[in-house]
């Protein structure tokens, strides 16, 4: 019955490649997609499922057991944010129908997409590094050919500082997993945790995990998320939706994964950088979205804030905190892909992205308005909208620590 770990990778592979063969049948191709993503959607609600009646669940592919063979995870987390990953697929699948143009479609957009899905669901799903490495490079070369579909001269330009950016991060990557097997001499997640353990604190282990950090913190765009607002906003409304979605979330959960699991061994000091880095990027992101006057850009900056939240949670280094975090990933995931998806809707109605034109549409538009209106209120965390329960769990969780460490806050211990 693990077989059922490894559904969620196959099926978007198989679709991918069904779409693939059809690549002159766009109706043939939409029906292949729908169908392919309806049974990755059932499949993950039944491995969360199983997930809860019996643990976690792992799969040694080709019976080779871990360290020495590939092994799939299925535990809570994972499970959860597969499901979440499925219900974004699906909802920008059907978007894609009304918004993408019949050359894109031909240009192979359907199979790319669920190339795409693949890869996100191996990062979720792997139980070691070189595979976190190969479903990572998976969902990056996806990546790259759906925001240059379209070919024109902003997609080309950001199209390359993408690739440029993702080439040096993942050059990085192989290096810090090859200096880490190295010491090692395993890449399996549990087996690295007791081997670095048994290594204890030094200064080779601790470079190997800023190597680390730095990468998955350029795929998450903490910190330094220099080439995510452009990038973000050369392809079309469904695409950016899709990536401000996943993508930011895949590097956040490397980090999150890695630093529980593996680099555990000196938390007072990597808790304080993520820290660090986490209020920059909140800052930084809020300074950039009310920079702007157009919606693309207001939307991309709060993805950037959003990623800086949910890595505080990871610097709280509490229960709590992390209980907050995933509950606050899980709804920056769906929020965020549809306040994109009715941004690109507003855009295409109004015929810009410039806020001062865009006057009135409330009132030709109303239920498109008012369904922009709630989820921005959802975004913003007020109660009783998803925001407000991770929000809290997490600003919490921080304070306890804060008052924890710092002796002048403990009068506000109450909070």
């Known amino acids: 019955m693990n077989n059922l770990v490894v559904l969620p990778i196959l099926l978007p592979l198989i679709t991918g490649v069904l779409a693939l063969l059809f690549f002159r049948k766009t109706n043939i191709q939409r029906i292949i997609s729908v169908i392919g993503l309806l049974f990755t959607a059932a499949v993950s609600t039944i491995l969360i499922t199983r997930v809860a009646q019996t643990g976690v669940l792992t799969l040694n592919m080709g019976g080779w057991a871990p360290p020495y063979g590939i092994v799939l995870v299925a535990d809570m987390v994972s499970a959860l944010l597969v499901v979440a990953a499925s219900i974004i697929a699906l909802a920008c699948l059907l978007y894609a129908f009304r918004s993408v143009n019949k050359e894109r479609e031909e240009h192979h957009f359907y199979p790319f997409f669920h190339f795409l899905i693949a890869g996100v669901n191996g990062s979720f799903l792997t139980g070691d590094l070189f595979n976190l490495f190969v479903s990572f490079e998976l969902m990056l070369i996806s990546s790259y050919a759906l925001i240059v579909l379209g070919g024109t001269e902003r997609q080309l330009r950001e199209t390359i500082k993408y690739v440029l950016i993702n080439i040096v991060s993942s050059a990085l990557f192989v290096a810090s997993i090859g200096f880490l097997y190295s010491i090692t001499g395993t890449l399996n997640m549990a087996d690295l945790s007791v081997k670095i353990a048994e290594v204890g604190q030094s200064g080779v282990i601790t470079l190997i995990a800023v190597l680390f950090l730095i990468v998955f913190s350029i795929k998450a765009g903490l910190f330094l998320f220099f080439w995510l607002s452009g990038s973000y906003a050369a392809p079309p409304a469904v695409v950016t939706a899709l990536f401000a979605g996943l993508l930011t979330k895949v590097g956040l959960y490397a980090i999150v994964r890695t630093f529980t699991l593996i680099f555990y061994h000196d938390p007072d000091f990597f808790h304080a950088l993520i820290g660090w880095m986490?209020?920059?990027?909140?800052?930084?992101?809020?300074?950039?979205?009310?920079?702007?006057?157009?919606?693309?850009?207001?939307?991309?900056?709060?993805?950037?804030?959003?990623?800086?939240?949910?890595?505080?949670?990871?610097?709280?280094?509490?229960?709590?905190?992390?209980?907050?975090?995933?509950?606050?990933?899980?709804?920056?995931?769906?929020?965020?892909?549809?306040?994109?998806?009715?941004?690109?809707?507003?855009?295409?109605?109004?015929?810009?992205?410039?806020?001062?034109?865009?006057?009135?549409?409330?009132?030709?538009?109303?239920?498109?308005?008012?369904?922009?209106?709630?989820?921005?209120?959802?975004?913003?965390?007020?109660?009783?909208?998803?925001?407000?329960?991770?929000?809290?769990?997490?600003?919490?969780?921080?304070?306890?620590?804060?008052?924890?460490?710092?002796?002048?806050?403990?009068?506000?211990?109450?909070?």
Request: proline content about 4%.
């Open 278 to 415: 986490a209020g920059a990027t909140m800052v930084l992101g809020v300074i950039g979205a009310i920079s702007y006057r157009d919606v693309n850009k207001i939307l991309i900056y709060n993805v950037v804030a959003g990623v800086g939240f949910v890595a505080f949670g990871m610097a709280a280094a509490s229960r709590p905190a992390l209980e907050g975090l995933l509950f606050y990933m899980l709804h920056d995931m769906l929020i965020k892909t549809l306040l994109f998806l009715l941004g690109g809707a507003l855009i295409a109605v109004a015929g810009t992205s410039k806020l001062d034109n865009m006057g009135g549409l409330i009132h030709r538009y109303p239920l498109l308005g008012w369904m922009f209106f709630i989820s921005a209120l959802a975004l913003a965390g007020l109660p009783p909208f998803s925001g407000f329960p991770g929000s809290c769990f997490s600003l919490k969780a921080a304070c306890r620590q804060a008052c924890m460490v710092l002796p002048a806050l403990r009068c506000f211990r109450a909070c």
